[in-house]
């Protein structure tokens, strides 16, 4: 049995692939899916007033590509659905490594998770927060933020996700991958 790939639009022998073998379809299918693409990063002004009231922001990684890229085409799909319920997100933070995990556990009212317990460090947890005019709103105590956060939360766990804000330690704008993590080996 013969049967040639397709990709994107480039050449391809529909005459080879039997019509009745759906199995080459679905791979055809899988080879060719669009990626979704993260956003451009936000400029330095979106982010006014955020790091004044929560300066370890400052150092945050926004790196899409450090990050686990299945993980990051189910937040682009949730980001998606926030848009079009009118809640533009922004990436607060990605990756973290072990050494700023535990900086920010030590440091009280971040995390609670000490470096190697995050899902941060394994690229599969993100923190993000609602745009409004060009402006990041981290707040809970603004209404329309806290409407995005739970709209966050419905998208985010629809698609098998945690959600940060079921924790007794509510965590809004945190989603990640559903599951254990591995612990990092004793670091001196």
């Given at each position: 049995m013969a049967f040639v790939l397709q990709i994107g639009d480039l050449h391809s022998i529909p005459s080879l692939m039997p019509a009745s073998d759906t199995r080459h379809t679905h791979i055809q299918l899988a080879l060719t899916e669009e990626k979704l693409v993260p956003p451009l990063p936000l400029p330095p002004e979106s982010?006014?007033?955020?790091?004044?009231?929560?300066?370890?922001l400052a150092n945050a990684d926004r790196d899409w590509g450090k990050l686990n890229q299945d993980f990051v085409q189910v937040v682009l799909t949730v980001i998606e659905k926030l848009r079009q319920r009118g809640y533009p997100m922004a990436?607060?933070?990605?990756?973290?490594?072990?050494?700023?995990?535990?900086?920010l556990y030590e440091n009280g009212g971040v995390t609670k998770a000490k470096g190697g317990h995050s899902?941060?460090?394994?690229?599969?947890?993100?923190?993000?927060?609602?745009?409004?005019?060009?402006?990041v709103v981290i707040s809970e105590r603004d209404t329309w933020a806290m409407e995005a956060y739970r709209a966050l939360g419905e998208e985010a766990e629809a698609l098998g996700l945690t959600w940060g804000g079921?924790?007794?330690f509510r965590d809004y704008g945190h989603i990640e991958r559903t599951g254990r993590t591995r612990s990092f080996p004793d670091r001196n």
């Open positions: 982010f006014v007033g955020v790091f004044a009231e929560r300066p370890s990436l607060l933070e990605g990756y973290r490594s072990p050494e700023r995990q535990d900086a899902q941060h460090q394994f690229g599969l947890a993100v923190d993000l927060a609602p745009v409004r005019d060009g402006k079921r924790w007794s």
